[in-house]
């Protein structure tokens, strides 16, 4: 699965929301990636709005249009090497990111992100949309 791109949920979100330049970009995408820890915190995102009636629905069906990829054992290999780096770095990010971030990097996805935090992962590959 090398070279594929992931989202982050950052992006997702804007997906969902509407916002015409990523749905453009999403849509152009032949397979859309979903770390597992992102359609966590999407999943969570719906139940915990305003309007989680509304947006549950919605998030499922996005996500149901993804390739979801559960964690493997190898992924929590990758997730304690780049969280100690990081820590070596005196550059921790959220836990989450971590995780997604070993994901990325297991699989050799490119990761889609507003996030800056996942910039101090070394060798994860990023795009900003």
């Known amino acids: 699965m090398s070279g594929e791109i ?11 929301n509407g916002d015409a330049a990523i749905t453009a970009r999403v849509l152009a995408v032949p397979e859309i990636v979903l770390p597992i820890v992102v359609v966590g915190e999407l ?3 719906a139940e915990n709005s305003t309007r989680p009636l ?16 559960p964690l493997e054992r190898e992924t929590a290999t990758t997730y304690a090497r780049t969280r100690l780096a990081l820590k070596r770095k005196g550059r921790p990010i959220p836990m989450n990111d971590v995780w997604i971030a070993a994901q990325c990097l297991e699989h050799g996805w490119v990761l889609v992100t507003d996030d800056t935090d996942f910039d101090y992962v070394d060798g994860l590959a990023l795009e900003r949309w």
């Open 6 to 16: 992931a989202l982050d949920n950052s992006v997702a979100v804007r997906f969902l």
């Open 43 to 45: 999943l969570f995102g």
């Open 54 to 69: 509304q947006n549950l629905p919605r998030y499922l069906e996005f996500i149901s249009a993804c390739v979801v990829m």
